[in-house]
């Protein structure tokens, strides 16, 4: 017969302070002894951009940068990185101006569905940081532990060498074709998409 | 998946982690030590032998040394791949998992890996669709799955790589708990039942790792198994390292294969010890296929990587002469 | 010569005073973000119209639309800037107010009655919100309408481990997991079936009960016969191949597990979220399940993270969303573990086929026999059609003297098949070809000449009656074999390092719309309406999935008003805003949605262009449309802005609007199962892979792939590749390492990532993505599909080279290193060799009658070259049937020309005793012979 017995998931687990620096930000939040700091920056924190795909350690959709490395959100225990300063998908645009190696990822194919992709991008982002002239070795390995369905990680890996041109001053930033406002604000007497009637 | 709950605990000395490891133990608590997280993490979201306690060894500073004659637990495996610790250990720590998971993994997690079986690294439903085993849900009185009706002896794998290449580098882990501290060969740490794992006692964790001498002198190739070149465990492992011209010197290890790393002192004895020659070699290689014995749970068959074992062998020994 | 327009003219008022009691009514603005208009890019524009870009393939019904926008450019998908900055909300990113988290209690048995459940301990669990279970929904419902076989959970019995019993919502998660284990059942255990050949026999307790259409007592959900052709053609075959595969069940992968949000307004509507490719179906199960109309439901698309046809059953779990949330008036959020994937897995069937070909001595295919017994798990789900598509899809694009196909599909105890990316066809696809490829080598010529030699021109109709428009299957098997070097490879590697080619072909769009009739309903209709700023709104529910479906009807219409894409806002996500859509399946989205949005915009075209009539006088055909400027074909200063253009066609009716549609045209023909497989055009693709073979471990490593696809026109030739690449990606893992494995007790052993290995960077070859444009005549812009046919070759084309390598073909499927190493072992011993590294390579050996017959293929080839191309620019317009080749006349059916010419959909009573392992569902009578017959 087949067993019934459970381990208890209540009661929870004590909670205690938890502060850390999310996205440049000083976070503060109650969490349980326990808590997985995936579980904490999706549920707590807010910070959606970071993806649950597997939750085992081999997807790599939860990568999240902590003090400087590419780590995995999932197998990481919130308690053990406290004061850490922790970067998500969301912290790598500087306000409405993507970082290259987003820019990069539209404008290359590296994303498709989008799912695998915040977490690509800090992988690629911690290597680039760190060394803004990888060699096609350097790049496979730096995301070897991030799966991606849909790309075949081709275009991936031409993202990250464009970013990196970027990133060594050879190349301009690209903003991708489909920016809706490279130039928010254009010179001249047409501001365009102004109905009629629409004063000025 | 969620976290079943327990409570965390910071020590910042190693003094602290034992008195906190013998206060819980006088209480009657159970607990486990947890560095990197990803090994026990993984299995404590299947709910796997779960505990009311952890203990992090992680706020510990200065047991996370790298040098070529002593690596403390703490060391990420990604700080040994570039490091100046012998090219064997820094090769192997860089074949482990993906780069992600070795930027938090660490040397004392994986010399402590938990043995693992695919009857047994499951959540919790799935095991109770099988009625547990005996060793997921220890008290359960379950049956091992993978041989049913056998001893009570668990045959989980054991699947780490660093082992092995610190076998055949003569090293000795440094074990500590409230009882004091204790130094012996990494080949002795090891104990052939899946459940027990080592010769760790309730309380104790494993500080560091010692190299002799001359093991920088050591020429050695590890050779590992695996069906994709990230994220996979090894299906079979071999270690060989010699100091140069001396045949007596030679030590082969084992990994992926059974219960615990195993150092195959008598083989190469009897074997290489008489001369070393494509022969021989092949000899040794076929002496060890007979000595190991994997079973069926891990990804590929345990015929075709007992076989496959000669092939690392004499790859390993054909990279270092 | 158009340069420095400026979209809009200075302000009309000079003196910038405001005349008293008049409002001031500036000049309306240009659109878009720059104010210069850009030229038109020739490059981009066909030579047809007097562009420059070429057009090989001949000259299209859509030429005169473009306008060299943005069509055949590379292009970011239009949401990518949503994904790269985390914006992009998936499933489990929708986080409503007041939400509480849902949990589903799974069967940890195979199969069970269940004979009570008590739930009143789960309902006493403080936090507990609400429970259901099977009593709550005694609907059934199912993706097709003859198959409805599910329930939201198990109504009487549980059908596999991991099969939904009953569900909890609670304050959270913790609370949620608490109370499924206070669920008390009580279960009468059935004698599970796990080995599909034993779902062909009887059971005392068949999975599911068809009443009088049950097949005998079995477990066979369907069967299928199909011969075509003249059989005797088959017999004293010069040349015969013989295959018989194992392929191990593979899953989708994707990296987003499923996940729904249920939340019933205070309206009492049902809004549910959930990252679908098919909503429209859902929105008809919810409606059926929940017994509300389809009017008080709204779908709303989340972002989908990969589907691949794992995102387009109706799924159980999204009825228990919504159930849970009727029932407790809060919203319900319910994600999956990834361990829940892997149990409602849809992937691809496990399949055991045989393949059986034969040629005759000049090298013509004279039949294909195919048996494929395919094992369907628990449920129906798509599996009806994929019991047709693993027969009827692997014939084209050869020309076959007959072809002869038995198929069942057998219901098992263990999580259901369904369809994945290349849906029925891969399996056998990968059989035939490397039968060919067997063939090849036994006649000892090439197999890509072999191939080159036997193929369906252009215009012309299967041996099954597929009626083939485009074809640019010979220009993709001829640039593989430039671009691979093949000449100078093939058969001429070392010992270990092989190279080989694999075929593959796939319908653009399921010419059967399931749930209508496609005489009466359209199979895709867009929306489009422009307000007076001038931005275009599309509506369609075309589900992005990643692919780029979105950024497809975007461009289409971008290109037909020459507007920047910027100025397209696609509106996709919601059931209420966007008109039925069939959803992302079968292929169907870029050749369907887009031509129905074409259509849409041509007629917001013809009114901008009207309008300007009005105010230039001069009369649309000698307007040119361009960026946001209509302009006078002979002097450009002449012309309108867009928004003054607008503005005009807005004087009478406020917002223009508009809708297109698309309705395949009638094709096909009459036999039972006709429809499966019939498509409105196909695309083929020719690989070849390069592989390296560590002989003594037997790891098999794919160094390079040249991969050429058909795709008729790439609308954005980025996501085309990608495409490309990304099937490469997905091939290979099937065809190495990626299975879905059931262990002794008939669990499901590796239900994770790491155990289901997916391929990692490691793996992945060097793909050369090669595009081939054949120009559909009734694509959009020429377009076909390219997000599944470019799976198919793949897997041939490494097994092929791993034979190149070892000399040794590999029938089981997953090449794991065990199999190779086993084959190598077996062939080391009997040929007593001392090591595998002394294997022989596997050589050509050629007699004065191989040679013969390879220059007889290479002349054939060289003349049916020349035929095709005359067929494909529409210069011969006479009839091609399948049989052609064999010397029949196309003009008269070919069952006057042949006696014995077989069209059957059954077998006749003679055959019954020689059927293979499917074909003995044949043998079997359904209940209703049976009780007349009694």
């Known amino acids: 017969m087949v067993g019934t017995e459970y381990v208890p998931m209540t009661p929870k687990a004590a909670k205690e302070i938890w502060s850390a620096k999310v996205n440049g930000e000083s976070v503060e939040e109650l969490i349980t002894s326990n808590a997985i700091l995936l579980d904490v920056l999706r549920d707590q924190v807010g910070t959606l951009g970071v993806k649950r795909g597997c939750d085992l350690g081999t997807c790599g959709c939860c990568t999240v940068i902590i003090d400087g490395d590419a780590r995995l959100s999932c197998l990481c225990l919130a308690g053990q990185v406290a004061g850490s300063e922790i970067t998500t998908v969301e912290g790598l645009s500087e306000g409405a101006h993507l970082a290259p190696i987003q820019s990069c990822f539209a404008e290359h194919g590296g994303s498709q569905c989008g799912f695998c992709t915040p977490g690509f991008l800090l992988s690629a982002q911690a290597l680039l940081t760190e060394n803004d002239s990888p060699s096609d070795k350097e790049i496979s390995c730096a995301i070897e532990g991030n799966l991606c369905r849909c790309t075949g990680y081709q275009q991936i890996v031409d993202s990250i060498k464009a970013a990196a041109e970027i990133h060594r001053g050879e190349a301009e930033p690209v903003q991708p074709a489909s920016n809706p406002h490279p130039n928010p604000h254009p010179e001249g007497p047409d501001q365009p998409s102004m109905p009629p009637g629409h004063a000025r | 998946m969620l976290m079943p709950p327990f409570i965390l605990h910071h020590p910042s000395t190693v003094e602290e982690a034992c008195k906190i490891s013998a206060e819980l133990i006088k209480k009657g608590e159970d607990f486990d030590w947890v560095s990197g997280g990803t090994d026990l993490l993984a299995n404590y979201k299947w709910r796997i032998n779960t505990k009311p306690h952890v203990i992090s060894l992680s706020n510990i500073p200065g047991i996370d040394s790298v040098s070529n004659l002593e690596i403390g637990c703490m060391a990420r495996l990604s700080s040994l791949e570039g490091s100046n610790v012998h090219p064997m250990i820094a090769e192997a720590a860089g074949k482990v998992a993906s780069s992600l998971i070795r930027k938090s993994a660490t040397l004392g997690g994986n010399l402590c890996l938990d043995t693992r079986c695919f009857w047994y690294n499951q959540s919790e439903d799935w095991r109770r669709s099988i009625d547990w085993c005996h060793k997921a849900d220890c008290g359960t009185g379950s049956d091992c799955r993978v041989i049913p009706n056998q001893n009570t002896l668990c045959v989980a794998t054991y699947q780490g ?161 | 010569m158009s340069a420095g327009y400026r979209q809009q003219p200075n302000s009309a008022r000079k003196d910038g005073k405001r005349v008293a009691g008049k409002q001031v009514f500036p000049p309306p603005g240009s659109g878009g973000s720059d104010p210069v208009m850009k030229e038109r890019d020739l490059n981009f524009i066909p030579e047809s119209v007097g562009g420059k870009e070429p057009q090989p393939a001949g000259s299209h019904i859509h030429d005169r639309i473009r306008t060299g926008t943005v069509i055949g450019k590379p292009l970011p998908l239009v949401d990518s800037n949503a994904k790269v900055t985390g914006q992009a909300w998936y499933g489990d990113d929708v986080r409503l107010a007041n939400e509480s988290i849902g949990k589903i209690l799974r069967s940890p048995h195979h199969y069970a009655k269940i004979i009570s459940i008590d739930t009143s301990k789960v309902e006493a669990l403080p936090g507990v919100i609400a429970v259901a279970t099977g009593a709550d929904s005694p609907h059934s419902f199912g993706v097709l309408p003859v198959t409805k076989d599910e329930h939201a959970m198990a109504v009487e019995k549980v059908r596999h481990m991991g099969d939904l019993v ?136 989340t972002f989908v993270g990969g589907g691949f046809g794992g995102k387009s059953d109706p799924f159980p779990h999204e009825m228990c969303a919504a159930i849970l949330a009727r029932k407790s008036g809060r919203p319900v959020r319910i994600t999956f573990d990834r361990e829940e994937v892997y149990w409602i897995n849809r992937g691809r069937h496990p399949s055991n086929i045989e393949v059986k070909m034969t040629a ?166 867009v929306h489009i309406q422009v307000d007076m700023d001038g931005g275009v709104t599309v509506h369609t529910g075309a589900a992005d999935i990643g692919q780029g479906s979105t950024t497809a009807v975007a461009q289409v219409v971008s290109e037909v008003l020459a507007l920047p894409i910027e100025m397209i806002h696609v509106r996709s996500h919601e059931s209420d805003t966007s008109p039925v859509d069939l959803g992302s399946y079968s292929s169907r989205v870029t050749f369907m949605n887009a031509n129905a949005a074409i259509r849409a915009a041509l007629d917001i075209r013809e009114k901008l262009l009207d309008a300007a009539w009005d105010i230039l006088g001069y009369h649309p055909n000698t307007l040119i449309i361009n960026d946001r400027r209509i302009y006078y074909k002979h002097d450009p200063a002449i012309g309108v802005s867009y928004l003054q253009a607008l503005h005009k066609a807005q004087e009478d009716k406020g917002a223009l609007i508009s809708s297109g549609s698309y309705r395949s045209p009638p094709m096909g023909g009459v036999h039972k199962g006709a429809a499966a497989g019939l498509a409105p055009a196909y695309s083929f693709s020719a690989y070849v892979a390069e592989v390296d073979v560590d002989i003594e471990l037997g790891l098999i490593k794919c160094t390079n792939v040249w991969a050429a696809h058909d795709c008729g026109k790439a609308l954005n030739p980025l996501a085309v590749k990608g495409q490309i690449i990304g099937s490469c990606h997905m091939g290979l893992g099937q065809v190495l390492s990626e299975k879905m494995v059931y262990g002794r007790t008939g669990h499901l052993q590796n239900a994770n990532l790491l155990e289901y290995k997916i391929p990692s960077i490691h793996e992945m070859p060097h793909v050369e993505p090669i595009i081939v444009e054949s120009s559909d005549p009734e694509g959009p812009f020429g377009a076909k599909e390219a997000g599944e046919g470019p799976l198919l070759p793949i897997l041939p084309a490494v097994v092929n080279a791993v034979y190149d390598a070892i000399g040794i073909r590999y029938n089981d499927l997953p090449l794991t290193p065990d199999i190779i190493f086993k084959g190598v072992e077996k062939k080391r011993k009997k040929l007593k060799l001392e090591e595998a590294t002394e294997l022989p390579s596997p050589r050509f050996t050629h007699g004065p009658k191989s040679i013969e017959l390879q220059k007889s293929l290479m002349k054939r080839s060289q003349e049916h070259k020349k035929r095709d191309l005359a067929r494909q620019k529409t210069e011969d317009t006479s009839p091609y049937v399948n049989g052609v080749l064999f010397g029949f006349d196309p003009n008269i059916p070919l069952e006057d020309q042949v006696e014995g010419w077989r069209m059957a959909t059954e077998p006749d009573p003679e055959q019954l005793a020689e059927l293979g392992l499917a074909g003995r569902a044949w043998l079997k009578k359904e209940q209703r012979q049976m009780e007349s017959e009694k």
């Open chain 3, 360 to 525: 005759d001595d000049e090298g013509r295919i004279s039949g294909f026999d195919i048996d494929a017994l395919i094992d369907g798990g628990g449920f129906a789900s798509f599996g009806h059609v994929t019991s047709y598509y693993n027969g009827v899809l692997a014939t084209a694009p050869y020309e076959l003297g007959s072809f002869h196909y038995t198929g069942a599909r057998v219901w098992t105890n263990k999580p259901a098949s369904g369809a994945m990316r290349g849906h029925g066809a891969v399996n056998t696809r990968c059989a035939v070809e490397v039968g060919l490829d067997e063939m090849a080598e036994e006649m000892n010529v090439d197999p890509i000449d072999l191939r080159l030699a036997n193929l369906l021109p252009p215009h012309s109709r299967t041996i099954t009656g597929f009626r083939i428009t485009s074809n640019g299957m010979r220009e993709a098997l001829e640039r593989v074999r430039e671009g691979s070097n093949w000449d100078e490879k093939f058969r001429k590697l070392p010992l270990g390092k092989g190279i080989g080619i694999g075929c593959g072909f796939f319908i653009s769009g399921s010419g059967l719309p399931i749930h209508w009739d496609p005489n009466r309903f359209p199979h895709a209709t």
């Open chain 3, 166 to 301: 009953a569900c909890v919502s609670a304050v959270d998660e913790a609370t949620a997991i608490e109370a499924l284990g206070l669920f008390e059942i009580e279960w009468e255990l059935l004698e599970p079936v796990f080995d599909p050949k034993k779902g062909l026999e009887d059971h005392d307790d068949p999975i599911h009960w068809r009443g009088k259409y049950h097949l005998a007592k079995t477990n066979v959900q369907k069967r299928v016969f199909q011969e075509f052709g003249d059989r005797s053609l088959v017999e004293n075959p010069f040349s015969s191949s013989h295959g018989k595969w194992t392929m191990a069940g593979v899953h989708h992968g994707f990296t987003e597990p499923h996940a729904v949000v249920a939340h019933w307004d205070p309206n009492g509507r049902l809004q549910l979220y959930t990252p679908q490719q098919v909503p429209h179906y859902t929105h008809r199960a919810l409606s059926t399940v929940l017994d509300v109309p389809m009017h008080q439901i709204n779908v709303i698309r």
């Open chain 2, 161 to 321: 790589d660093i082992a092995p290449v610190l076998m055949v580098l003569g090293a000795s882990v440094h074990l500590i708990g409230p009882n004091g501290e204790r130094v012996m060969p990494l080949s002795e740490f090891y104990q052939l039942d899946g459940m027990k794992k080592n010769v760790l006692e309730k309380g104790e964790f494993l500080l560091k790792v010692t190299l002799p001498k001359d093991s920088m002198k050591r020429i050695g190739s590890y050779q590992k198994l695996r069906v994709r070149d990230s994220w996979d465990f090894p299906e079979a492992g071999v270690a060989v390292s010699w100091l140069e011209g001396d045949k007596g010197s030679i030590k082969v290890a084992t990994t992926a294969l059974e219960s615990i790393p195993r150092e195959h002192k008598e083989e190469v004895s009897q074997i290489i010890a008489e001369g070393w020659d494509d022969k021989s070699v092949k000899a040794l290689a076929g002496a060890i296929r007979k000595s190991v014995k994997p079973v069926n749970n891990t990804a590929l068959p345990p015929n075709y990587r007992r076989s496959v074992v000669q092939v690392l062998v004499k790859r390993a020994f054909s990279q270092i002469k």
